[in-house]
């Protein structure tokens, strides 16, 4: 198994509220991701990273910040939660931008 | 916009039979397709994947099958297991691109 852990796998947060999610990664790949899966929509892109400090905006990236200051570590920042960011978000990691390998997921529940 | 459509959210079949799964995507340009696998409480895990510079690709059991005039691919799987019982997503990129679009998933159960 790719070497991907995310923190914390649960968290109930209130609304307005800054919550921050960890994804770490022992594989040393240069793309990151983090994805949001919605019941309808598959998974969907939030934002990515191509090496330290690089980071993108995916499809659905209002409302998210993220941040990579070292190879291994992928952070994702709700800066004030909404009921609407209640979601299971995976972060994925890639040596090539084709296969991803994922994480377990971290569920949020916004109320 | 959904790029990427899997329009069974769920499919039943008997164990040793052949499971066909469909994905249809919208955008030409995609030029790299991929099948993922997720069981519950799990992320998702790459299952296989075909060029557009091919129309086929087999791995074991499972092969995908590219359209690319219709716009669609298959996953076939022969013979189906109950341990195949899962969410397979459908997921499309440009090549070299970070921004890869999924299907919202299709449950696959196969019955003992």
């Known amino acids: 198994d790719a070497g991907i852990t995310q923190s914390p796998r649960h968290k109930v947060t209130e609304t307005g509220t800054p919550v921050t999610l960890r994804c770490h990664q022992t594989?040393?790949?240069?793309?990151m991701y983090w994805y949001r899966q919605d019941p309808g929509h598959g998974l969907r892109l939030i934002h990515y990273s191509y090496g330290v400090k690089d980071t993108d905006k995916g499809e659905v990236s209002d409302g998210y910040s993220v941040s990579r200051s070292k190879t291994e570590d992928f952070l994702l920042t709700l800066e004030s939660a909404t009921s609407s960011q209640t979601s299971v978000y995976f972060c994925a990691i890639s040596p090539d931008r084709i296969e991803a390998f994922f994480g377990q997921g971290t569920r949020l529940t916004v109320v | 916009d959904q790029q990427v459509k899997q329009n069974s959210p769920s499919l039943s079949v008997q164990e040793g039979r052949i499971s066909i799964l469909n994905c249809d995507y919208t955008?030409?340009?995609?030029?790299?397709f991929l099948w993922y696998k997720k069981y519950p409480a799990e992320g998702p895990t790459f299952l296989i994947s075909i060029s557009s510079i091919k129309d086929k690709n087999e791995d074991g059991r499972f092969t995908v099958f590219l359209n690319k005039s219709a716009k669609h691919l298959s996953l076939h799987i022969v013979p189906s297991q109950p341990g195949d019982s899962a969410v397979y997503f459908c997921a499309a990129t440009l090549y070299n691109n970070n921004d890869m679009r999924f299907g919202a998933g299709t449950r696959l159960t196969v019955k003992p």
């Open positions: 594989e040393n790949h240069r793309y």
């Open positions: 955008n030409s340009m995609f030029d790299y």
